[in-house]
């Protein structure tokens, strides 16, 4: 959890612009500021759910985290490998929708219902990321949305 709330607060800095020096109340300051978009499918917003699909910042796509939920929203049966599969196409989905692939995804978070479960979601994982890893931290959490067993949360470059 350490590490989590370290990576967001090393994230914080850097999209605030800390160490650079701005000038205050020019106008060159509304263009120095990273423009954010949030995003979300119409699918998404059917749901009602009180976040984005996804928040473009800049250059960078922070998408909400994914679990294995079909087009139903409903979680697919089959315990963590069908989960995970269909969790990694949900997150394959909506970084090609707002305009990367999986090739530009850089981080990942990882949620698992329990941490023994690493080794099968690495095999599901390791497939959709065939040449260049993004970094990435994996944790166990004592309960996911919906009692998924996996959950991902991912940055893409665009």
């Known amino acids: 959890m350490t590490r989590l709330f370290a990576l967001a607060a090393a994230l914080a800095l850097a999209l605030s612009g800390c160490g650079e020096q701005r000038q205050t109340n020019t106008p060159d300051k509304e263009k120095s500021m990273a423009e954010v978009e949030h995003l979300s499918s119409e699918q998404f917003e ?4 009180p976040f984005s699909e996804a928040v473009r910042v800049g250059d960078l796509l922070f998408l909400s985290g994914q679990i294995g939920t079909d087009a139903n929203d409903q979680l697919v049966a089959g315990g963590l490998p069908a989960e995970a599969e ?3 196409k949900n997150i394959q989905s909506v970084v090609e929708r707002y305009g990367s ?3 530009r995804v850089v981080k990942c978070t990882v949620f698992l219902a329990d941490i023994a479960e690493w080794p099968a979601f690495n095999e599901v994982y390791a497939r ?3 040449g260049k890893k993004p970094a990435r931290s994996a944790f166990a959490a004592s309960g996911l949305a919906l009692n998924a067993r996996v959950e991902m949360e ?5």
């Open 154 to 158: 991912c940055i893409a470059a665009l």
């Open 46 to 49: 059917r749901m009602g759910l």
């Open 128 to 130: 959709y990321f065939p």
């Open 86 to 88: 269909q969790m990694m």
């Open 101 to 103: 692939s999986m090739d």
